[in-house]
Nanobody, 118 residues
């Protein structure tokens, strides 16, 4: 059974930092592209960052490029999102996603809330 469990969200002031973690079980990073998505209130879920196990094959949304860094620890089956220079517009629920590029099967975590105050 595949499970993705996010943690590390919280309340932070503008300009601050947070590190999100995603604990992954039931799949091999080798076959999946791992990503972080976010959904702000009243908006659709949007892409933030992604990484492949063969790395450093990473990609970022323009809105987070230069401020967020995605990484993974294959030995620990963990994916991280380091978020710096946070702004109120970064407020959202952040979701971890695993997607198999060949088969297309996709798994989501339950999300973790990030709130940035001005």
């Amino acid at each position: 059974q595949v499970q993705l469990v996010e943690s590390g969200g919280g309340l932070v002031q503008a300009g601050g930092s947070l590190r999100l973690s995603c604990a992954v079980s039931g799949l091999s990073f080798r076959n999946y592209r791992m990503g972080w998505y976010r959904q702000a209130p009243g908006k659709e879920r949007e892409f933030a960052a992604a990484i492949s196990w063969s790395g450093p094959d990473t990609s970022y949304a323009d809105s987070v490029k230069g401020r967020f860094t995605i990484s993974e620890d294959n030995a620990k089956n963990m994916v991280y999102l380091q978020m710096n220079s946070l702004q109120p517009e970064d407020t959202a629920i952040y979701y971890c996603r695993a997607r198999n590029a060949l088969r297309g099967d996709t798994y989501w975590g339950q999300g973790t809330q990030v709130t940035v105050s001005s």
